[in-house]
């Protein structure tokens, strides 16, 4: 199984920062992406920023140029840099990461963490 324990939310003025964080523990032999995703009330729950193994990154329209996905493999553990933030941002921020185990490729998700963008 695997473990993820995001941090980092909280409310924020429009225009200011956040970092969450993530970090996967358990007993997985490698992860081969890790990502956030977010959920707004009455919507669907999207992608906002993802990287995999060898680096590569994509991001929703909507936070290019302002959020920054990154990962330090030594400690299994994906960051999210978001600033510039508006008020559209406010959702609760899960994170996914999937994980090999055996022969298989599993996706596990986070508990959510909540970040407001409100004056």
């Known amino acids: 199984q695997v473990q993820l324990v995001e941090s980092g939310g909280g409310l924020v003025q429009p225009g200011g920062s956040l970092r969450l964080s993530c970090a996967a523990s358990?007993?997985?032999?490698?992860?081969?992406?890790m990502g956030w995703y977010r959920q707004a009330p009455g919507k669907q729950r999207e992608l906002v920023a993802r990287?995999?193994?060898?680096?590569?990154?994509n991001y929703a329209d909507s936070v290019k140029g302002r959020f920054t996905i990154s990962r330090d493999n030594a400690k299994n553990t994906v960051y999210l840099q978001m600033n510039t933030l508006k008020p559209e941002d406010t959702a609760v921020y899960y994170c996914?990461?999937?994980?090999?185990?055996?022969?298989?490729?599993?996706?596990?998700w986070g508990q959510g963490t909540q970040v407001t963008v409100s004056s």
């Open positions: 996914r990461t999937d994980a090999r185990l055996g022969v298989g490729t599993y996706g596990y």
């Open positions: 358990g007993s997985f032999s490698s992860i081969n992406a």
């Open positions: 990287i995999i193994s060898g680096g590569t990154t």
